[in-house]
């Protein structure tokens, strides 16, 4: 049998794809062609005979399964590859679930919460139970639940284990147990799963039903993962168990590449994967295709500090290329100024368009001073990862109609439309319907459908508008299988009168709002008509709802033509640019504070810095400020660590450059670099500066020092309440190290060494110094 596709394959890449007898670990480096070695191994285990829908395909993001599935279509034929079991993570748990949907407790037609939704019900609890929502915050009561979720942490589990009771009582959030299993609750009376329940409840049915765990195992007879090294645990362990059965299991991934412990993550999936399955064959794909030489050998010197990793030396066959250009400036706006003129030069005397240039940051605080600069210069730019389609208000506003009709106990859906376009049910009336739901245990829905036997307090006027919008949507529900969701999505955006709030005026945001909701229905007649073509019958409302509840943000930006990128370097990941800017490698910001005690944290920052440099073709330049304003106030900024880790040679760095001697102590500036960022600003000194939304705070636990009686010499101090060697911040010299601390008359003294403010004794009951731990 002729393979011709695999002549296309360098010798690594065709020895991981034809290698089929047991479970396999590809190490696809940066810019190696993994997503091809994936594709034709699936088109390889097809033109083998096996058959289509016995291969699980499992991704990350729709817009890569729909890439890889065309590519398949092109070798095996779209009549083979359309019956690969071939989607994210979510898409195919979704799937199992909604056909599995009596052994769960949902119906098949169950709500997807995204994250607004699922935030907006944790902040209807948080007030019902009367909390403070300043200590049970939503965001972090939404972290904690998703975590739980995503170590397969029941409510019911988490109320009976006592590490995680302590953990909660010293966030001083003890009733998060009682949150979480309320949540848990109104999320199933609403026949509603979020994001993390898609993994969560897998788990469940294949633990509590060996009979749908042994089906699955049968029909996927071999499995392959792409992005391995962003697994969580929940991921792992279902994966883990469909493979039982064949061990005919391929992942592919990259651990120096693992940088998203945030949500789950844990790079030991992959580092461990022999482990797991001790008769697997590693293959390694070591050639980079995107970055020249210098970019490539700049990162592995960089990414061969980490001790936690797989050995492999990724090499380029192209050009040597720039070196990587280092640059200091004296302050963030200044950075700014220089990566605007920077794209101006290369633009017009280097011929790059604008949309061959990302700026990469830490935290999206840091977008806004770049932001500014390229507007000054005139350049165009836009933010990836900003508000996708599916989030603007009108979208999510048709959306929830569709959803309410889809599923009528939907109560996030129900509460965002019932006023919309305005009909007369003001916030005091839809606080009562969900009182009386909470009261008689029932879904408001329910209320709604007998308002008189659950004695809701409203007038007759109003129990009629309430009526009137419980037609409605009982209306369009009776049509959800009579119509395809084109012809009932039309229906509902007609006949609810949203399309008419729109034509209210000629004005701009109308106008935009009249041109997204047309964009929504092409968007489902294109929807309808793939499925038509492909001889699918599932093309309802529901079936569209459940599509596009899991799109990600790269699912749905389809990019702008020549416009420079902005984003942080998590969203870059996957991408690349023949010209990249990595700005802010300072110390305090990249690596993060709050990353820099635990070395597996500090190895995490280290190999997001790898992908940076990573996203680059041709040309990477790095840029630093001596100092910027965060929190605040201005203070002293140090280079990153992370500069000393590049081998010298791969980097132009200004002759006057000290990046890899030991940083100075950190300090705060004093009024003359303010003046100076005004100068730089072309403001008035008198600026009142407000903290912006999105910054990166590090919030350090704070401690004055205690002061203990003493007689009236000096004597060392046996036990000093601030350490030798310990870092103290002051007020006015801001952050230096203890170098001595004694007791004089009675009064406890510290010798301190604040850099360029000197060394200063200060006695410490009138210093007030706070300890940096």
């Not at 749908?212 to 279902?238: C, G, P, R, S």
């Not at 109560?411 to 376009?421: G, H």
């Not at 597996?600 to 680059?616: C, G, M, N, Q």
Request: charged share 25%.
């Amino acid at each position: 049998m002729e393979f011709p596709f695999l002549d296309e394959l360098n010798d690594s890449q065709r020895q991981a794809v034809i290698y089929t007898d047991g479970p396999s670990l590809v190490i696809a480096g940066a810019g190696s062609g993994k997503t091809r070695v994936l594709t034709y191994k699936i088109a390889y285990l097809l033109k083998m005979g096996m058959r289509p829908n016995t291969i699980l395909a499992l991704t990350f993001t729709n817009k890569a399964a729909k890439e890889m599935k065309s590519r398949i279509a092109q070798i095996v034929g779209e009549n083979v590859a359309r019956y690969l079991w071939m989607g994210t993570f979510h898409s195919i748990f979704s799937r199992i679930l909604r056909a599995e949907s009596e052994k769960t407790g949902y119906s098949k037609n169950f709500t997807i919460y995204d994250s607004a939704d699922s935030k907006s019900l944790i902040k209807a609890i948080i007030k019902e139970m009367k909390l403070d929502d300043k200590v049970y915050k939503p965001g972090l009561i939404q972290s904690r639940i998703s975590f739980a979720k995503n170590n397969l942490i029941t409510p019911q589990a988490y109320a009976s284990d006592s590490d995680v009771q302590k953990s909660d009582l010293y966030a001083k959030v003890p009733l998060l147990k009682e949150i979480y299993q309320i949540y848990s609750s109104r999320c199933k009376q609403a026949d509603a799963m979020d994001f993390d329940d898609l993994l969560l409840q897998t788990n469940l049915l294949f633990r509590n039903h060996p009979d749908a765990l042994q089906k699955y195992q049968h029909i996927f007879q071999f499995i392959l993962v792409d992005e391995y090294q962003d697994t969580n645990f929940a991921q792992y362990l279902i994966v883990k168990k469909l493979a039982e059965a064949h061990k005919k299991i391929c992942v592919v991934g990259d651990d120096a590449q693992s940088i998203y412990s945030f949500r789950g993550a844990n790079i030991d999936n992959i580092l461990q994967f022999k482990n797991t399955y001790p008769e697997a064959k590693v293959f390694k794909l070591e050639r980079n295709y995107r970055s020249t030489k210098n970019i490539v050998n700049a990162a592995n010197s960089l990414i061969d500090k980490n001790s936690a990793q797989i050995k492999k030396t990724i090499f380029s066959e192209k050009e040597t290329g720039e070196l990587i250009k280092v640059t200091n400036v004296f302050t963030d706006l200044e950075e700014g100024m220089y990566v605007a003129d920077n794209i101006k030069l290369l633009n017009k005397k280097e011929n790059y368009g604008h949309q061959d240039i990302a700026v990469l940051y830490r935290t999206n605080s840091q977008s806004r001073v770049i932001e500014e600069a390229l507007r000054k210069q005139n350049i165009p730019y836009r933010i990836y990862g900003g508000l996708s389609f599916y989030q603007r208000k009108e979208i999510k506003d048709v959306i929830a109609y569709f959803r309410l009709v889809a599923n009528r106990n939907d109560e996030e859906a129900l509460k965002r439309i019932i006023n919309y376009p305005a009909r007369g049910i003001g916030d005091t009336t839809v606080g009562k319907l969900f009182a009386t739901a909470q009261l008689h245990g029932v879904g408001v829905w329910d209320v709604l459908n007998d308002m008189l036997g659950y004695n809701l307090p409203v007038n007759a006027g109003t129990a009629a508008k309430l009526a009137n919008f419980r037609d409605i949507i009982d209306s369009y529900a009776a049509l959800i299988t009579e119509l395809n969701a084109y012809e009932l999505a039309q229906n509902i955006i007609k006949g609810t009168g949203i399309l008419s709030e729109t034509f209210l005026d000629r004005s701009p945001e109308n106008l935009s709002k009249q041109e997204n909701i047309q964009e929504l229905l092409k968007a489902i007649h294109e929807f309808c008509d793939e499925k038509e073509k492909n001889g699918e019958a599932n093309l309802y409302l529901s079936d569209y709802l459940a599509e596009i509840s899991l799109l990600t943000d790269q699912d749905t930006d389809k990019g702008e033509s020549n416009r420079v990128t902005l984003m942080t370097v998590h969203a870059a990941k996957g991408l690349e640019f023949k010209v990249v800017f990595i700005v802010g490698m300072e110390e305090e910001l990249f690596p993060s504070p709050f990353n820099v005690d635990n070395e597996r944290d500090l190895e995490e920052e280290r190999r997001l810095f790898y992908v940076a440099i990573t996203r680059a073709e041709e040309r990477c330049l790095i840029s630093y400020a001596r100092s910027r304003f965060r929190n605040g106030k201005t203070n002293f900024s140090n280079p990153s660590r992370f500069l000393k880790d590049i081998d010298e040679r791969y980097l132009d760095i200004p002759k006057d450059e000290t990046i890899l001697d030991k940083p100075k102590l950190t300090g705060n500036w004093d009024d003359e670099v303010n003046l100076e960022r005004m100068r730089f600003n072309k403001q008035q000194p008198t600026i009142s500066f407000q903290k912006e939304e999105t910054e990166y705070i590090p919030v350090r636990p704070k401690r004055l020092a205690k002061l203990p009686k003493g007689d009236n010499s000096k004597v060392t101090t046996q036990n000093p309440s601030v350490p030798v060697g310990a870092f103290v911040k002051h007020s006015i010299f801001g952050i230096g190290k203890v170098l001595e601390t004694s007791i004089v008359n009675g009064n406890e003294k510290a010798e301190i060494d604040f850099g360029e403010k000197g060394v200063k004794s200060l006695l410490l009951k009138f210093a007030k110094l706070e300890i940096l731990q």
